[in-house]
């Protein structure tokens, strides 16, 4: 089995190179995976809002996580998919199965997002 060689790289130019790619990652989800920008533009809207909104700061602090948390599951939902896809874009029901728990995955994580943002703001 051949290992990634960037594998061996340690220190700071390890953690230079896992930013760079972080921000590669963050920037084609954007250009390619129209759910992300969606959710960015909710982020956008809402990341402001929380602190604008009367909350305690541990109920600020859920909301902003439970936005960050959907950025991060729409990215390795995305993952998911390409992964999927770079293997085969035939119909398989495997494929299907992935795609459809990436997918569930999103659903759970909004409606998270959602029942945080009710309970602070009406609790």
């Excluded at 130019?13 to 129209?34: Q, V």
């Excluded at 969606?38 to 990341?47: D, G, K």
């Excluded at 995955?105 to 009406?122: C, E, K, R, Y």
Aim: aromatic fraction near 6%; charge should be positive; proline fraction near 2%.
């Amino acid at each position: 089995m051949v290992e990634s060689p960037h594998k061996g790289k340690t220190g700071l130019k390890r953690l230079l190179n896992a930013f760079r790619y972080s921000c590669s990652g963050i920037k084609e989800a954007y250009r390619n995976e129209d759910a992300f920008r969606q959710e960015t533009l909710l982020a956008a809207i809402l990341l402001p809002l929380a602190f604008w909104l009367d909350a305690t700061a541990v109920g600020r602090a859920l909301m902003i996580g439970s936005v960050l948390l959907l950025l991060i599951v729409e990215l390795l939902n995305s993952a998911i998919e390409a992964t999927v896809d770079r293997i085969s874009l035939d119909d398989h029901r495997l494929a299907k199965r992935a795609k459809d728990i990436g997918s569930a995955a999103v659903l759970i994580t909004i409606v998270n997002l959602m029942l945080v943002w009710l309970l602070v703001l009406l609790g």
